[in-house]
């Protein structure tokens, strides 16, 4: 009996040490996670939580003969590799769909013509002219191959136009990304095509390259051109596989990621 007393006294006094030093709990509930929203590139107001890519192939009047007839099986596969490093980069919340132009479009001048206007990598205002070709013929109501889009009046998609361009060259600015058919069909670029055609399709987000070029005089009084880099992604350098580059940080958070 003495020991069942003496147990209902050690519980009792257990219960009121309890009562005095054991409280609430002072550790702070988790914030609410909050929904991702990505965005242009340092501009809120454009959303990219859709993107929608059309192609176009795009032969100088010239070279028509050099035209390949499976180049959307070679665009194809290279898309899908940008839209598995999208997704991992924006951690699923920015979604790209792609169509492509029905039909060739033949330009209206020589190669030569649109190459030397392309010539500098650095300036990404040389792909206007093309731009500017595209959107009269094809994106225009009474062009001679204006194809209506379901789409273009939906706010809330991010239309880009990515330009195969048979010939030599590449750029992205604006709502427009070009990049030479080669990058994307030779042998010398199977490594590296698509991480070309995600660093231009980049451009359409609004994305500066993040590398710096300069003009090197030499003794002889030659010049020639040089590229630091300023950061090491795909912004920065291109000659390595899409799988082995990224987005920096600094560029996604201003992208709202």
């Not at 379901?150 to 750029?171: H, L, P, S, T, Y």
């Amino acid at each position: 009996m003495k020991n069942l007393i003496g147990i209902f006294i050690f519980l009792c006094a257990s219960l009121v040490v309890l009562s005095l030093f054991v409280g609430v709990s002072k550790t702070k509930p988790l914030p609410e996670l909050t929904e991702l929203s990505p965005y242009m590139y340092n501009n809120k107001n454009v959303s990219i939580k859709k993107i929608h890519v059309t192609v176009f192939y795009f032969i100088p009047k010239d070279v028509k003969e050099y035209e390949i007839s499976d180049w959307k099986e070679y665009v194809e596969n290279h898309l899908k590799n940008l839209i598995t490093f999208h997704t991992l980069q924006f951690q699923n919340t920015s979604e790209i769909t792609y169509t492509f132009s029905p039909s060739y479009v033949i330009g209206e001048k020589d190669k030569v013509e649109y190459e030397g206007i392309l010539g500098s990598y650095e300036d990404h205002d040389a792909l206007i002219p093309i731009k500017e070709e595209i959107t009269k013929r094809v994106l225009t109501k009474g062009g001679d191959l204006y194809i209506e889009k379901n789409n273009e009046k939906q706010n809330d998609i991010r239309n880009v136009f990515m330009v195969v361009f048979e010939g030599n060259g590449a750029a992205g600015n604006g709502d427009f990304a070009l990049i030479s058919r080669k990058y994307l069909t030779d042998k010398e670029y199977v490594n590296t095509g698509s991480t070309f055609l995600a660093h231009e399709f980049y451009h359409t987000l609004g994305i500066p390259d993040n590398y710096q070029s300069s003009i090197i005089v030499h003794e002889d009084k030659s010049q020639s051109k040089t590229s630091l880099v300023t950061k090491k992604d795909i912004m920065g350098q291109v000659n390595i596989p899409l799988t082995s580059t990224y987005l920096d940080t600094d560029t996604l958070k201003n992208m709202g990621i």
